[in-house]
């Protein structure tokens, strides 16, 4: 047997875990394989850190969420937000599922067009968008909605050049009761804003303002909130009828649906926590039914992002080192840190052990490989005792991580995408120094041959 490496001694208090409602603490928790295929094999063939992606969760996911509203409602559309993953093979997937594209700025635009999607069936959103991204935008008849009286003006202004009503939609921030209103995007409803800006748009004669959009938040764990923008932005619809004899082509309802995830600091194991696509559709698509005539019913689009693609990414990685703080808890430093789990700085990601190390479970802190202070994957998490070369695997990693990740002191790592029959594709290669570099330009000066040692101070 071989002689195990020496370890200082140190003195753990040991916590069994307490009973609570749902019984004991869950025994550990391993990820032996992803979709059928071993972690190991896939370290030994792509290298570690890895991101995977598999394809049959976001089908699966698509069909549920797509299942769920069109029960229930028979004009539903989904967009896919690119931010939320804008890798081609991901957005592929999706509009292969029958989404369009919902894009919050003009590069992310281009991406769309590129795989092939019309302008009219990408939706426009964003805070920010520069004159000639509306110009573009209006030019392929995509579904703007607009956000401030600015983009008004600029519209009107793009719509007198081209000699023809520019559809538009607008969005509502609202209060639905949620402890934090977001109120930065869009217009305020309860101040009378939107009714303002709705008056403005008919009044200009040079706009049609067809569409309502609200994106109330994100990670939304309660569908009474959903509910509760339903009733508002029908209400409103409904005054916009009266006073302007508007009929209204689409209600947006943004994204927001919970992953199985877990935020910091919440209480209760996701499982408990996420609700179902059914219980979002629920509460939202009885209202909007009972709100317009049976024959005129506006499309209900869903901007769904984190929901769809988080449970499908997964990210491998390996212990470089362990070591004890002066604390007493054991640490591990991986080969992946928050540059690319960006989101472990909001949720308490899941770590999972991919080799059997016993039993004993001890607290441990979770650091990535930065030189960096912040880079902390998890600050609290019971695994066994694994190993330097021992690989664990991260996740939920779909959301938002492939598109906030950066190269800061590590390169980003490969991506594979696993498919439905067993295919293995790579979808983004691991960069290097020569992709980091590609766009610096060195001035002559500077060159080596000129610049080392070159300066005589003497
Ligand atoms: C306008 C809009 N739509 C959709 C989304 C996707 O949200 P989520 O990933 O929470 O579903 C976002 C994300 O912030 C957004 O800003």
Same mark, same amino acid.
């Given at each position: @047997?071989?002689?195990?490496?020496?370890?200082?001694?140190?003195?753990?208090?040991?916590?069994?875990?307490?009973?609570?409602?749902?019984?004991?603490?869950?025994?550990?928790?391993?990820?032996?394989?992803?979709?059928?295929?071993?972690?190991?094999?896939?370290?030994?063939?792509?290298?570690?850190?890895?991101?995977?992606?598999?394809?049959?969760?976001?089908?699966?996911?698509?069909?549920?969420?797509?299942?769920?509203?069109?029960?229930?409602?028979?004009?539903?559309?989904?967009?896919?937000?690119?931010?939320?993953?804008?890798?081609?093979?991901?957005?592929? /997937?999706?509009?292969?599922?029958?989404?369009? +594209?919902?894009?919050?700025? &003009?590069? &992310?635009?281009?991406?769309?067009?590129?795989?092939?999607? =019309?302008?009219?069936?990408?939706?426009?959103?964003?805070?920010?968008?520069?004159?000639?991204?509306? @110009?573009? %935008?209006?030019?392929?008849? %995509?579904?703007?909605?607009?956000?401030?009286?600015?983009?008004?003006?600029?519209?009107?202004? /793009? +719509?007198? %050049?081209?000699?023809?009503?520019?559809?538009?939609?607008?969005? /509502?921030?609202?209060?639905?009761?949620?402890?934090?209103?977001?109120?930065?995007?869009?217009?305020?409803?309860?101040?009378?804003? %939107?009714?303002?800006?709705?008056?403005?748009?008919?009044?200009?004669?040079?706009? =049609?303002?067809?569409?309502?959009?609200?994106?109330?938040?994100?990670?939304?764990?309660? *569908?009474?909130?959903?509910?509760?923008?339903?009733?508002?932005?029908?209400?409103?619809?409904?005054?916009?009828?009266?006073?302007?004899?508007?009929?209204? =082509?689409?209600?947006?309802?943004?994204?927001? !649906?919970?992953?199985?995830?877990?935020?910091?600091?919440?209480?209760?194991?996701?499982?408990?926590?996420?609700?179902?696509?059914?219980?979002?559709?629920?509460?939202?698509?009885?209202?909007?039914?009972?709100? !317009?005539?049976?024959?005129?019913?506006?499309?209900? !689009?869903?901007?769904?992002?984190?929901?769809?693609?988080?449970?499908?990414?997964?990210?491998?990685?390996?212990?470089?080192?362990?070591?004890?703080?002066?604390?007493?808890?054991?640490?591990?430093?991986?080969?992946?840190?928050?540059?690319?789990?960006?989101?472990?700085?909001?949720?308490?990601?899941?770590?999972?052990?991919?080799?059997?190390?016993?039993?004993?479970?001890?607290?441990?802190?979770? !650091?990535?490989?930065?030189?960096?202070?912040?880079?902390?994957?998890?600050?609290?998490? =019971?695994?066994?005792?694994?190993?330097?070369?021992?690989?664990?695997?991260?996740?939920?990693?779909? +959301?938002?991580?492939?598109?906030?990740?950066?190269?800061?002191?590590?390169?980003? *790592?490969?991506?594979?995408?696993?498919?439905?029959?067993?295919? @293995?594709?790579? /979808?983004?290669?691991?960069?290097?120094?020569?992709?980091?570099?590609?766009?610096?330009?060195?001035?002559?000066?500077?060159?080596?041959?000129?610049?080392?040692?070159?300066?005589?101070?003497?």
């Amino acid at each position: @047997m071989p002689k195990s490496d020496y370890e200082k001694p140190s003195i753990v208090r040991h916590t069994m875990g307490m009973m609570n409602e749902f019984g004991r603490p869950s025994g550990q928790n391993h990820c032996y394989e992803i979709d059928g295929v071993p972690v190991e094999s896939l370290v030994k063939e792509y290298g570690s850190p890895l991101i995977v992606f598999s394809e049959s969760t976001i089908r699966e996911r698509h069909a549920e969420l797509h299942r769920a509203f069109s029960l229930r409602y028979p004009k539903i559309q989904i967009a896919w937000s690119y931010k939320t993953n804008y890798l081609n093979a991901i957005c592929a /997937i999706m509009h292969q599922e029958g989404s369009w +594209a919902e894009v919050v700025s &003009e590069y &992310e635009y281009e991406m769309a067009k590129n795989l092939g999607i =019309k302008g009219n069936h990408i939706v426009v959103n964003g805070p920010y968008k520069p004159d000639s991204f509306l @110009m573009n %935008a209006v030019k392929d008849k %995509a579904m703007i909605n607009i956000e401030s009286l600015d983009e008004i003006y600029t519209l009107e202004k /793009i +719509a007198s %050049a081209y000699g023809e009503a520019v559809e538009v939609g607008m969005r /509502i921030n609202m209060d639905t009761g949620m402890l934090t209103a977001w109120e930065r995007f869009g217009v305020n409803l309860e101040s009378g804003q %939107a009714y303002e800006v709705a008056k403005r748009i008919v009044s200009g004669g040079k706009l =049609k303002l067809v569409g309502l959009h609200s994106h109330i938040g994100t990670f939304i764990l309660d *569908p009474k909130f959903y509910q509760q923008q339903a009733i508002s932005l029908c209400t409103f619809a409904s005054r916009l009828k009266d006073e302007f004899g508007i009929s209204l =082509k689409y209600i947006n309802i943004g994204g927001g !649906f919970a992953s199985r995830n877990r935020l910091k600091s919440t209480y209760l194991p996701t499982t408990y926590m996420a609700p179902s696509f059914d219980a979002y559709a629920e509460s939202i698509c009885n209202i909007i039914l009972g709100a !317009f005539p049976h024959d005129n019913l506006p499309t209900l !689009f869903l901007e769904t992002g984190r929901a769809l693609v988080d449970e499908s990414g997964y990210l491998i990685s390996t212990v470089g080192s362990t070591k004890r703080l002066p604390s007493g808890i054991r640490a591990l430093i991986l080969d992946a840190g928050v540059n690319i789990a960006v989101t472990s700085y909001w949720y308490d990601l899941e770590i999972l052990p991919v080799q059997d190390r016993g039993y004993f479970m001890e607290d441990h802190v979770i !650091f990535g490989p930065l030189c960096m202070n912040i880079d902390v994957c998890r600050d609290l998490v =019971k695994l066994p005792l694994l190993n330097k070369g021992d690989n664990v695997v991260i996740r939920p990693f779909g +959301a938002y991580n492939v598109t906030q990740w950066t190269q800061f002191i590590r390169m980003r *790592p490969p991506v594979l995408l696993l498919g439905m029959n067993g295919e @293995m594709d790579v /979808i983004r290669e691991a960069e290097d120094v020569t992709y980091l570099k590609q766009k610096e330009k060195l001035p002559k000066r500077l060159e080596p041959a000129n610049s080392v040692g070159s300066v005589n101070r003497e």
